[in-house]
Nanobody, 127 residues
Framework: VQLVESGGGMVQPGGSLRLSCAASGFTFSDVVMTWVRQAPGKGPEWVSL????????YYAEFMKGRFTISRDNAKNTLALQMNSLKPEDTALYYC?????????????????????WGQGTQVTVSS
């Protein structure tokens, strides 16, 4: 199983980035996928989830309207389009796979195990 993120970088506030995650070693189209992030000095947190078919999405409250998650099951790729970036969006962004859609309030649910994550891509928002 391998998840490889790309697309991070440094951008000014208000700018945009598109993160990608290439998946291999499992049946990508069968699993829920997620983006999580970890800011400096903070614990990791949910960013966004998407169901296997791509029809159901979840976004953390603090990024609604700014980020869009998508997937291409034919290419085994996951994406996160990030617009109107803020300095507080600075973090390592990871894609991860889930065994099922979390039950209950997603923001309070435990994140998937670290071995289900990729290696991460750094996003820095700074002027």
């Amino acid at each position: 199983v391998q998840l490889v993120e790309s697309g991070g970088g440094m951008v000014q506030p208000g700018g945009s980035l598109r993160l990608s995650c290439a998946a291999s070693g499992f049946t990508f189209s069968d699993v829920v996928m997620t983006w999580v992030r970890q800011a400096p000095g903070k614990g990791p947190e949910w960013v966004s989830l998407i169901n296997p078919g791509g029809s159901v999405r979840y976004y953390a409250e603090f990024m609604k309207g700014r980020f869009t998650i998508s997937r291409d099951n034919a290419k085994n790729t996951l994406a996160l389009q990030m617009n109107s970036l803020k300095p507080e969006d600075t973090a390592l962004y990871y894609c991860a796979r889930l065994t099922a859609w979390p039950r209950g309030t997603i923001a309070t649910q435990p994140l998937p195990p670290r071995n289900y994550w990729g290696q991460g891509t750094q996003v820095t928002v700074s002027s």
